[in-house]
């Protein structure tokens, strides 16, 4: 008998994101590790002020950046450090 097995997406590396989180890819970065501008489903949008930075180590190391973009808002934007990968926290 066949079972039916929820999709989920996946890094590169195989990983689950956990669905509240979406592939980004980043432009340009300042100082050779934040983000300055990442593009979104189609849309480039420009970091105006990154607030926060905090790593978080484990089994799935991440890198988290609290922007403020050009347009006002604030976006939650993360590394897998492993894969290389950015995601946007939704």
């Known amino acids: 008998m066949l079972t039916a097995t929820p999709l989920r997406r996946l890094t590169p590396a195989g990983r689950s994101l956990g669905g509240r989180a979406e592939p980004i890819d980043v432009c340009g970065q300042r ?5 300055w ?3 979104y489903r189609g ?7 990154v607030e926060s930075v ?8 991440r890198r988290y ?6 347009d006002g808002t604030g976006r939650t934007l993360f590394q897998d450090l492993r894969a290389g990968t950015w995601h946007l926290e939704r």
């Open 37 to 39: 501008r990442f593009r």
């Open 54 to 61: 905090r790593d978080e180590g484990g089994l799935l190391p």
């Open 65 to 70: 950046f609290m922007v403020r973009c050009a």
């Open 43 to 49: 849309d480039l949008y420009r970091v105006y002020r």
């Open 31 to 35: 100082y050779g590790y934040a983000p």
